[in-house]
């Protein structure tokens, strides 16, 4: 506490009224006050939806349809990436976790993340026009595969330094979890409407295309597909990267690391012998065991219409902001694991009578209900209200458990670890997920999906349309169910939790001090 601060204390206890006293006493030991202003929540409003504008959820389509390449590439590419995107996670976790500069550890990262990302970006949905079309028209051409390869690894390690940045950063913005919570509340709602937008976009454009009510002279579907992707995918990356970057030169870091730097082996000694990251880590792995299939490839491929999850979740647009705006009195009396655990549950567990009810009952014309739309629309519709009443407890809650993590630690030990967490947690992932896309084009291939049926205007084999149904729906319920079981053991709860928060502010008030008069000391040298 400053000179002023101790003052103005004094004059209070000595001349101010018992409110006032009481008042002050408050504020003063008050872990949740709110420092981040309206300026700089605007900004990160546009940060965090700017990081997900982008067709990303459009990929699979693209590389399968437009781009052709055959699954047995796929499949052997995945085995390649997924052993280099392990090395370069701890490449970038270890610079990352050395860094110490003026403006903080994670913002020049997110900075260099911004249009450099989207430069490469650009050159990945440019790349069919950038081909002879000969080549991208043969599934089994390797130098087109080797360029592919090429520019989506060298995406994929910009991306990790952008997303390691993004993950540490959030847990340093404030050192007060109701000001962080309200922003990550606030900005998490923006998130899902403005991030939709391009998805959205492509959606109405596929499904007019499909249906013959955009028509080109002389273009054939599958042209005017693969033109719609050229043109949506790289304006959404270079407008997303321009305003990552803008963003990076207003951030603050205010929850700041010590001088010292942390040996990388301690750090991952930390991370993987404390129970709670080590629960919280364990539920990440168990969650990331999937197909690589989801509802939009199941609504495109089976019930041929894009927009169907659009126009079925019209309804659960006025459930939405509930999670959202409950969030922080909600974390008033329930600790955070609690809100995560219940939020991920009834957010999936719905899949199960979903694939029970599409799966064995049958319309009049004998066809099951999973590849009727009619059917499927009102079931669809229900699921969506539900999954939006609760998305902004699991979306708040998700970000919010991994920040309790990184704050642990430092209440243990004395210094943060969100770079080296943060790529230990990703990394866990990534090698379900890794498994999952060498896997998934091999699933698809023993179910006889066709590539290139819904540019073309086939309708999928019924076996491929079971298991695509199946794999989006009740596959994906189950591994999550499952996945909630190692968080039992996380023993942080409501009282430890606000205990650590009391003790972690009155820590980083003299870090805080230290930094400052580092810099200083360097600055009246230089001048």
Not at 282 to 287: A, E, Y
Request: aromatic content about 14%.
């Amino acid at each position: 506490m400053g000179d002023f601060e101790i003052k103005r204390a004094l004059d209070i206890a000595e001349n101010g009224t018992d409110e006032q006293v009481n008042r002050e006493l408050h504020r003063m030991v008050d872990v949740d006050r709110r420092v981040i202003r309206r300026k700089e929540t605007i900004g990160y409003m546009l940060f965090v939806g700017n990081n997900s504008f982008n067709i990303n959820g459009h990929k699979d389509l693209f590389v399968d349809s437009i781009l052709k390449i055959s699954f047995d590439l796929q499949a052997k590419y995945h085995v390649i990436a997924g052993i280099w995107d392990i090395v370069d996670d701890f490449i970038v976790s270890f610079i990352m976790e050395k860094t110490r500069t003026r403006w903080g550890k994670f913002i020049p990262y997110i900075f260099c993340g911004g249009l450099p990302y989207a430069l490469i970006a650009t050159l990945y949905w440019l790349l069919p026009n950038l081909l002879p079309e000969n080549m991208v028209n043969d599934f089994g051409d390797l130098t087109k595969f080797f360029i592919f390869a090429a520019i989506d690894m060298l995406l994929e390690f910009v991306g990790n330094f952008k997303d390691v940045a993004i993950s540490g950063y959030v847990s340093t913005i404030t050192p007060y979890p109701s000001d962080r919570r309200r922003l990550l509340a606030i900005s998490s709602y923006f998130s899902i409407i403005y991030s939709r937008i391009p998805d959205i976009v492509v959606e109405f454009m596929l499904d007019f295309i499909k249906n013959g009510i955009v028509s080109s002279a002389g273009k054939t579907s599958d042209q005017m597909i693969k033109t719609s992707l050229m043109i949506v995918g790289p304006v959404t990356a270079i407008i997303s990267g321009l305003i990552i970057s803008w963003y990076a030169s207003i951030a603050k870091e205010r929850v700041h690391q010590k001088v010292e730097k942390p040996k990388i082996r301690e750090s991952l000694r930390i991370v993987f012998s404390n129970r709670p990251v080590r629960m919280y880590i364990l539920s990440n792995l168990l969650g990331s065991f999937g197909t690589g299939i989801n509802t939009n490839d199941y609504y495109r491929q089976v019930l041929n219409m894009t927009t169907f999850e659009t126009i079925a979740g019209i309804p659960s647009f006025f459930f939405q902001p509930i999670g959202f705006a409950k969030y922080n009195a909600l974390a008033k009396r329930f600790s955070t694991k609690s809100l995560f655990m219940v939020s991920q549950v009834f957010a999936k567990a719905f899949y199960i009578p979903l694939w029970f009810y599409g799966r064995y009952i049958k319309t009049s014309k004998g066809k099951m209900f999973f590849q009727s739309r009619w059917a499927m629309l009102p079931v669809t519709a229900i699921w969506e209200c539900i999954y939006a009443t609760f998305w902004g407890v699991k979306s708040v809650s998700g970000t919010e458990i991994a920040n309790e993590c990184n704050d642990y630690i430092e209440w243990k030990y004395g210094y943060r670890n969100e770079a080296t967490l943060s790529a230990a947690s990703t990394l866990v992932c990534k090698i379900p997920a890794r498994i999952n896309s060498i896997l998934q084009p091999l699933y698809k291939k023993w179910c006889h999906y066709d590539q290139t049926a819904y540019t073309e205007g086939r309708e999928q084999p019924i076996l491929a349309q079971k298991w695509i149904f199946a794999m989006a729906t009740i596959l994906p319920a189950i591994l999550v169910l499952s996945s909630m079981i190692p968080m039992f053991w996380y023993d942080i709860n409501k009282d430890k939790r606000d205990k650590m928060y009391m003790e972690l502010n009155e820590r980083r008030a003299k870090i805080a001090e230290e930094i400052n008069k580092i810099y200083h000391d360097e600055e009246a040298s230089v001048t």
